[in-house]
């Protein structure tokens, strides 16, 4: 295993963490009479799986169901000096009502501190106000920090870029989880931002979220070659030294196995990454035209100032990789979650777009006379029956 400074925590902190929202019994809480013993079984394998290979960022959030209270009765057992644990809350309006969430984690993981405290979903500028007006969220954190139950807090978001980079410059926070990886590098300039301010930055989810790369369309595996996309995903985050730490959400313990084979190509990045870049490239460019490729994103509105609250940004950018990738059934499972996500994937699906004049709100698009017919196009390739985050279903 190969360790990177967190930002200014200082924490040695394993190029892959173990998260925590794979192998646990269930999204919702569940007495623990309830929790098959082979599950318990599972994940006790998987995390101790974790530790053989040098992996002892072990990471939770109390959304996740059952996982706090399935790792404290593992994480008790192992020696807490070599552990690094982290779980999530996310914020409220009320104070109490998060103090009280965040008691519950602390509980559940059965441990007398935790290294690091995620505000969980900062995704909004109001959930961000939460967390850091005078007696909110952070205030209560604080005080477990002076009792040394807590170490370092940052925060966790799905939020669009410029609102990640407000709660950075905030400084009140010690290191960010984002998303970020081949398929989607928009918020670089997040990172960009954390970088500057001695943050540890953690990447979310880069296996499903970056592309369903565990099972990926043979287009994208042919591109990737000699590397599985996995394997290029994660050289491809780890090549850039502001990223600290990849979450593998491991579900059983042979799941870290191919992310492993990353570990000896991480001082040959520059040599190994440069033939795949271009052919993926040079295909998406053949398949949607240079022009296109290299400013489709310009100009395009938001959610809120789009008619129907029409993602459009997320479905042209689903379209594309569709397209030149063949990334059919992943653009499926997240065009249709639009509508559902919320502030964690928010915006609506171009279901009705035939019915809205666009014109005003893509008077800054290179693109405007096109996008409408690509956002009809794309609800026909990619509609399907409307789908709920994990946490919901």
Known sequence: ????????????????????MRYQHSWKD????????????NLDATIRRALELGIHHIETARGYGTSEIQLGKVLPKLPREKLIVQTKVGPKADPKEFRKNLDKSLNNLNLDYIDLLGIHGINTLERLKDSIRPGGCLDEVKKLQKQGRIRFVGFSTHGPTD???????????????????????FNWPAIEAATRHNMGVFIISPSDKGGKLYDPPPKLVELCQ????MVFNDLFCLSHPQVHTLSLG??????????LKVLPLLDRADEVLPPILERLEREAMKILGTDWVKTWHLGLPTPEKTPDGINIRTILWLRNLTLAYDMLEYAKSRYNLLGNGGHWFPG?????????????????SP???RIPTYLAETHQLL???????QSQQ
Not at 250 to 259: I, Q
């Open 226 to 229: 000699p590397l599985s996309p």
């Open 250 to 259: 491991a579900a059983r313990p042979s799941d870290f196995d191919e992310h």
């Open 348 to 364: 609506n699906r171009s279901t009705s777009v035939g019915s809205f004049d666009l014109t005003d709100c893509l008077a800054n």
């Open 367 to 369: 693109h405007a006379d």
């Open 30 to 41: 569940v007495s623990p009479m309830l929790i098959p013993t082979q599950n318990q079984r």
């Open 163 to 185: 609102a990640i980079v407000k709660a950075i410059e905030t400084d009140r926070f010690d290191y960010v989880n984002l998303h970020w990886y081949y398929i989607n590098q």
């Open 1 to 20: 295993m190969q360790y990177r400074k967190f930002g200014r925590t200082q924490l040695q902190m394993p190029v892959f963490s173990c998260g925590g």
């Open 383 to 389: 509609g399907g029956t409307s789908q709920k985050r």
